[in-house]
């Protein structure tokens, strides 16, 4: 099961740390990420992080302003949002399979949403 928190409210360049926490013993183990989906569009894939952190994905969009981490021993994983934009505005969930490419193509295990609005 996953929990994901975080969400809020926040001004153009400002910064939000999402979590997702995991329950059970697996969930060191296997690859955790986060997907997010705006009014009228698609969900999207965001970041991933495998099972040891020594591995990370990002679309490109991110790369620079989010940073994808994990705590194993509290089983969470945090999505680091920094010089956030009005176009980051979306419902972010995180999602967990056995390894990153599957986090990024079609996850089996996915936690509710946390919404994340940026204003001009």
């Known amino acids: 099961q996953l929990q994901a928190s975080g969400g809020g409210l926040v001004q153009a360049g400002g910064s939000l740390r999402l979590s997702c926490a995991g329950s059970g013993r697996t969930f060191s183990t296997i690859a955790t990420g986060w997907f997010r989906q705006a009014p009228g569009k698609e969900r999207e894939f965001v970041a991933a992080?495998?099972?040891?952190?020594?591995?990370?994905d990002y679309i490109d969009s991110v790369k620079g302003r989010f940073t994808i981490s994990r705590v194993n021993a509290k089983n969470t994983v945090y999505l680091q949002m920094n010089s956030l934009k009005p176009e980051d505005t979306a419902v972010y969930y995180c999602?967990?399979?056995?390894?990153?490419?599957?986090?990024?193509?079609?996850?089996?295990?996915w936690g509710q949403g946390t919404q994340v609005t940026v204003s001009s």
């Open positions: 999602a967990a399979d056995r390894n990153i490419v599957l986090v990024r193509t079609r996850p089996d295990y």
């Open positions: 992080i495998g099972w040891s952190a020594g591995n990370t």
